[in-house]
């Protein structure tokens, strides 16, 4: 889905149940002029800056990283982390990329768990 139509749709299933998501309101929240937003919306204008994807986002009550891969752009700390090491980032993304949902929710809830990781902070393996 494109990134202006799911946020379309976002905001006027939320305006459906609260009138304070009508495009001026919810422009006025995340810091942009409504018709700016409406471009945004019907794709006529480009996916806006991470910064205000962000408030749109917390606006909208959505996944940042959501909203930022339907935008075609990646979170600048997510940037820095594969920056640091591009080769080894590259090969682990591209080898989990036909991984099934459900292993990859066991991998991410074990990083985020420090499961991976031996004894005092050493990665399992290490010497």
Aim: glycine share 8%.
């Amino acid at each position: 889905m494109v990134f202006g139509t799911y946020t379309r749709l976002l905001r006027k299933q939320r305006h459906s149940v609260n009138r304070r998501y009508s495009i001026r309101q919810t422009a006025e929240r995340i810091g942009v002029e409504p018709a700016y937003l409406s471009k945004i919306e019907r794709g006529d204008a480009l996916p806006p800056s991470e910064e205000i994807i962000r408030r749109m986002a917390a606006d909208l009550g959505e996944d940042a990283d959501l909203l930022l891969a339907l935008a075609g752009k990646v979170a600048e700390d997510v940037r820095e982390v594969i920056v640091e090491r591009p080769v080894l980032f590259a090969e682990l993304i591209r080898g989990l990329s036909d991984a099934p949902d459900d292993k990859l929710v066991v991998l991410v809830r074990k990083v985020r768990n420090g499961e991976w990781q031996g004894g005092a902070g050493r990665a399992i393996g290490a010497s």
